[in-house]
T-cell receptor, first 110, second 115 residues
Framework: QKEVEQNSGPLSVPEGAIASLNCTYS??????FFWYRQYSGKSPELIMS????GDKEDGRFTAQLNKASQYVSLLIRDSQPSDSATYLC??????????FGKGNQVVVIP | EPEVTQTPSHQVTQMGQEVILRCVPI?????FYWYRQILGQKVEFLVS??????SEKSEIFDDQFSVERPDGSNFTLKIRSTKLEDSAMYFC???WGTGGGYEQYFGPGTRLTVT
């Protein structure tokens, strides 16, 4: 079983719409979850962290965590062309390392 | 805003050669990491480093790899005898530590090309 799974293919959304990304993880003990944005050829950039069940909002981004279902999601409201990137779900494992999903590519169409 | 820096941005080397990738973590951060990303694949953990010793390493981090914090600011990754399959982006990351969150901040990366 993969540690972190992001199964959706590329997501195309019109400018101004909401983009919704999902992630599941395998280790019930994990307590710390992150979303990174990665532009092509660049490094991961931290955009959200979430530690407790429920929603956490930061600007146009909302992260949602459900530990019982081992599920993390990211909503991007009012999507902009600059949001076009790959979004990486990451889970902090064993007190020492991040495990990343494969990422979801988001394309915002003007 | 403080950031992680890495040098060089691109390193080309021949198979069997040694390379050293350099990183300057964010000052006052206590935990340091190396990750790599092969083109088109996911980001993979290599090693974590705290209090001048390795905390955890992955299966990728074999005897060909080593890390060092030679002074108060630099953090290096050495690959002793590079292989073609070592070609990847190598990212250094750091996080604050005790009492803080677990957020890791990544440097811009070094693209390693082994020919």
């Amino acid at each position: 079983q993969k540690e972190v799974e992001q199964n959706s293919g590329p997501l195309s959304v019109p400018e101004g719409a909401i983009a919704s990304l999902n992630c599941t993880y395998s280790d019930r003990v994990s307590q710390s979850f992150f979303w990174y944005r990665q532009y092509s050829g660049k490094s991961p950039e931290l955009i959200m962290s979430i530690y407790s069940n429920g929603d956490k909002e930061d600007g146009r981004f909302t992260a949602q965590l459900n530990k019982a279902s081992q599920y993390v999601s990211l909503l991007i409201r009012d999507s902009q062309p600059s949001d076009s990137a790959t979004y990486l779900c990451a889970v902090f494992y064993g007190n020492n390392r991040l495990a990343f999903g494969k990422g979801n590519q988001v394309v915002v169409i003007p | 805003e403080p950031e992680v820096t890495q040098t060089p941005s691109h390193q080309v080397t021949q198979m069997g050669q040694e390379v050293i990738l350099r990183c300057v973590p964010i000052s006052n951060h206590l935990y340091f990491y190396w990750y790599r990303q092969i083109l088109g694949q996911k980001v993979e953990f290599l090693v974590s480093f705290y209090n001048n010793e390795i905390s955890e390493k992955s299966e990728i981090f074999d005897d060909q790899f080593s890390v060092e914090r030679p002074d108060g600011s630099n953090f290096t990754l050495k690959i002793r005898s590079t292989k073609l399959e070592d070609s990847a982006m190598y990212f250094c990351a750091s996080r604050w530590g005790t009492g803080g969150g677990y957020e890791q901040y990544f440097g811009p990366g070094t693209r390693l090309t082994v020919t």
